[in-house]
């Protein structure tokens, strides 16, 4: 018998090898041999083993390619072409060893050939079924080919001689499959089974922190994106306690609280153009007229009373444009302006002074109301306190303009109660306007600020001032969403936004400057109320309240029935009440996110809204641009 390899099989040379392991099996055994093929192709040869010398070669990043072959033999009576050649060009076979692949005459031949390369000791052995070297009277099943229990010559036929072939176990109870595929490459790659499993369980170790780190990674990227939506005020579960966390704490990014120097250099900017349009407002004889892109419309008291108070009050305005915009002041009190019946003063009209002709238009005592009047008394009152604005000469005459509109405010106000009426001589005194009370503490704040006195006293001024702040406080309506006070006395009416925040801000104001006593109750609402701003706009709704009374004048034995519409601003108050509560915050102590919720909407309201706000203030009705200005002269000069 001749021991040279069969003619058509020749042993391979290293550099021809082609695949790294050639796959024996059973196609019974279909599902492991898949297995085996994609575990061994898959596997990521560790680093510092990569490059280490082997006898065939040195040691790869990946065993790849492996052959497997997929197709049925041939019904031939030898292995196929493609067969042998894939048997050279392997390294080694791995025979998937079963009770069915120990009977497969395929997987002996393919055994068979490989061992006649002279390559008797690159046999490697996956036991999946069955049992190796059985006994004849065991009962149990062999699951190693001939070839593999017995040597092979290189002639290709067996010997007699016993092996003793490298075989790793896969089954329950051995191995198992993941240490059967490391015994397997390590014997295919030539490094020590404990080594690979050792860099293996390593390897195990790290691909677990990786996904650890991962999962931590991911979670901790959803809370930064969770975080983030809640910061920009999106409406996610639980967004209003992640931004509470994050004001208490200054770690807001994306609702940025404005410095206190960017706050006062805007305000001061929107200040000046207001203050400009105002006074550029004056028409017949310095009338100021009650809309700013339509001056030759005319104009009326109100309106005209209104801007000059916000215009006295300006910080920035210089006493020289100041001195001007007198004897705009003094017109109010032009014989016949302010209509007397019987010696009775009614104060002054709501209605037109100067119609569209420019022509004056005789005051009607039955048009009066308490607004205009008001706003005539706060004027004068701003113009005597600012400090060198009236001459020492002047000053009798200005104090004679105060003395007679704060004897006009009489018929506002019969039952003394702190509330005060909208119209003279109504049928019901009790039924007492919201927003009239709101103007008369106002005005009644600016009296007591100049240290002037009411009907000629200070005691009788102050008395009033408190009165009316309570009847505010006695007013509110805690119970409602949100919580604040009616456009009118009507009970049907809803809470007015821009009148709520009017009325805290004048509460803040009699606090810090009278000691009124604010309760509880309404300063926890105050920041709330403010923390809502930020998400506004100018498109946010004006609310406008009507006030309905039926009046019985004893002067003129007339009764009729009257009405007013108010528009409530809400974004100029809210500019005078952050700042006036930042102050209360300052002496009193406020939590930390409510003094930066308070500052971001003051901000916002300032800077953010400032330009866009000024623009519409001065292309509309005049209140608008007195109001707007009256707000941002609450901010500080830079």
Not at 13 to 31: G, T, V
Request: hydrophobic fraction near 40%.
């Amino acid at each position: 018998m001749s021991n040279a390899p069969p003619q058509d099989i020749v042993p391979a040379q290293p550099e021809s090898y082609k695949y790294w392991a050639f796959i024996s099996y059973s196609h019974a055994d279909e599902e492991w041999a898949q297995w085996l093929h994609k575990s061994l192709e898959t596997y990521k040869v560790p680093k510092k083993l990569v490059g280490r010398q082997m006898t065939l070669g040195s040691v790869p990043r990946r065993v790849f390619p492996v052959f497997r072959d997929r197709d049925e033999l041939p019904g031939a009576s030898d292995l196929g072409g493609n067969i042998k050649q894939a048997l050279k060009q392997s390294r080694y076979i791995v025979v998937i060893c079963s009770p069915k692949a120990a009977i497969s005459k395929w997987v002996n031949e393919e055994i068979k050939g490989f061992k006649s390369l002279d390559r008797e000791n690159r046999v490697l052995c996956l036991i999946v079924d069955g049992e190796p070297n059985a006994k004849p009277d065991s009962g149990q099943l062999e699951c190693f080919p001939p070839a593999v229990r017995f040597h092979v010559g290189l002639d290709g036929k067996l010997t007699e001689d016993p092996t003793e072939p490298i075989a790793a176990d896969a089954r329950k109870g051995k191995d198992g499959r993941a240490n059967a595929k490391l015994k397997l490459l390590s014997g295919i790659l030539n490094v020590g089974y404990d080594e690979l499993k050792q860099r293996e369980k390593q390897r195990q170790l790290n691909r677990k922190l990786r996904i650890a780190a991962g999962i931590v990674s991911f979670l901790l990227l959803t809370m930064i994106v969770y975080v983030f939506a809640a910061d920009a005020n999106i409406n996610v579960p639980g967004g209003e306690r992640v931004r509470t966390f994050l004001d208490r704490h200054q770690a807001s990014l994306l609702r940025p609280v404005r410095t206190d120097a960017e706050v006062r250099q805007a305000a001061a900017k929107e200040r000046r153009v207001l203050l400009d349009a105002l006074k550029g407002g004056r028409i017949k004889d310095g009338l100021l007229t009650n809309n700013l892109s339509t001056p030759e419309k005319g104009g009326d008291v109100w309106s005209h009373s209104q801007a000059l108070f916000s215009i006295f009050k300006a910080p920035d305005a210089s006493r020289q444009e100041l001195r001007e915009m007198l004897p705009s002041l003094e017109l109010t009190f032009k014989t016949g302006v302010a209509p007397e019946v019987k010696g009775v003063k009614y104060g002054w009209s709501s209605e037109t002074l100067i119609d569209e002709k420019q022509n004056w238009v005789k005051a009607n005592s039955e048009s009066v109301e308490a607004v205009p009047t008001l706003w005539t008394v706060g004027a004068v009152t701003v113009a005597l306190g600012r400090p060198g604005l009236i001459e020492e000469a002047e000053r009798p005459r200005f104090e004679a303009y105060l003395k007679y509109a704060q004897e006009a405010t009489r018929v506002y106000r019969p039952l003394e109660t702190g509330g005060w009426n909208l119209f003279a001589y109504q049928k019901d005194p009790a039924f007492d306007d919201p927003y009239s009370t709101t103007l008369a503490l106002l005005v009644l704040l600016e009296t007591h600020n100049a240290n002037l006195p009411w009907e000629g006293s200070t005691e009788r001024r102050d008395a009033m001032l408190q009165a009316s702040a309570q009847w505010l406080v006695n007013n509110f309506n805690e119970k409602s969403n949100p919580p604040g006070w009616k456009g009118t006395a009507d009970e049907v009416n809803e809470i007015f936004d821009g009148l709520t925040i009017e009325i805290y801000s004048l509460l803040l104001r009699a606090e810090a400057e009278t000691g009124f006593k604010i309760p509880q109750k309404i300063l926890d609402q105050i920041p709330r109320h403010l923390s809502l701003t930020n998400a506004r706009d100018l498109k946010f709704p004006t609310a406008k309240g009507e006030h309905i009374a039926f009046v019985s004048d004893p002067n003129t034995g007339r009764e009729y029935r009257m009405n007013e519409s108010v528009g409530f601003l809400w974004h100029p108050w809210a500019i005078d009440c952050a700042v006036r509560w930042l102050k209360h915050a300052e002496k009193y102590g406020a939590t930390s996110e409510d003094i930066v919720r308070v500052r971001r909407a003051l901000g916002h309201m300032v800077v953010d809204m400032g330009d866009e706000a000024t623009k519409k203030a001065v292309s509309e009705w005049t209140f608008v641009a007195a109001e707007t200005l009256y707000g941002m002269s609450a901010v500080p000069l830079p």
